[in-house]
T-cell receptor, first 115, second 113 residues
Framework: AQSVTQLDSHVSVSEGTPVLLRCNYS??????LFWYVQHPNKGLQLLLK??????LVKGINGFEAEFKKSETSFHLTKPSAHMSDAAEYFC?????????????FGTGTSLTVIP | DVKVTQSSRYLVKRTGEKVFLECVQD?????MFWYRQDPGLGLRLIYF???????EKGDIPEGYSVSREKKERFSLILESASTNQTSMYLC????????????FGNGTRLTVT
């Protein structure tokens, strides 16, 4: 069975400091992994995705994530937080072996950026 | 760029009303999804469709139905709205896996009074 655990429901950082949002997954197959961002009253926007190519994935707005199979983790990082990064972040795993409903969501991490 | 359009941004309905939420995508995607989003619960899948006239139940289908008569359009129907269906509803589409990812609409915030 596939599942995603986002280890922190809330993260607070100061502007200009690094961001780390943690995600662990469980998948029986070779997964695809995604990070999405959601700003208030908006839909979700793709930040980055891992689909079995390079394990270090670079996304939009300076974010990146590293796929670590041995740790079943896909943590999201950014070297320097900006005020505009304040949002809700979702880690998602895709089960590539089944058809139809392949996407499994974490419960989200709310990022606050302190000026 | 893919565009997923949800017909209403905000909607207020009364208990017992039949409610239609419409979603249209413009990129010929095979898969379409309806999720509801509630604080602390993340996104929960209501229904999805992988082809015209095909539908599959998600995790929380009770009280909902869907219709996909054309590839680009996926409708969510609340047969008899109840207050516990007050939520943010998100539509998404994707190409077939493994490379497809979800493209989301901006959501419909539904309030049932």
């Amino acid at each position: 069975a596939q599942s995603v655990t986002q280890l922190d429901s809330h993260v607070s950082v100061s502007e200009g400091t690094p961001v780390l949002l943690r995600c662990n997954y469980s998948s029986s197959y070779s997964p695809s992994l995604f990070w999405y961002v959601q700003h208030p009253n908006k839909g979700l926007q793709l930040l980055l995705k891992y689909t079995s190519a390079a394990t270090l994935v670079k996304g939009i707005n300076g974010f990146e994530a590293e796929f670590k199979k041995s740790e079943t983790s896909f943590h999201l990082t950014k070297p320097s937080a900006h005020m505009s990064d304040a949002a809700e972040y979702f880690c998602v795993v895709s089960d590539t072996a089944s058809t139809g409903n392949q996407f499994y969501f974490g419960t989200g991490t709310s990022l606050t950026v302190i000026p | 760029d893919v565009k997923v359009t949800q017909s209403s941004r905000y909607l207020v309905k009364r208990t017992g009303e039949k409610v239609f939420l419409e979603c249209v995508q413009d990129m010929d995607h095979e898969n379409m999804f309806w999720y509801r989003q509630d604080p602390g619960l993340g996104l929960r899948l209501i229904y999805f469709s992988y082809d015209v006239k095909m539908k599959e139940k998600g995790d929380i289908p009770e009280g909902y139905s869907v219709s996909r008569e054309k590839k680009e359009r996926f409708s969510l129907i609340l047969e008899s709205a109840s207050t516990n269906q007050t939520s943010m509803y998100l539509c998404a589409s994707s190409l077939e896996t493994p490379v497809g990812h979800l493209h989301f609409g901006n959501g419909t915030r539904l309030t049932v009074t």
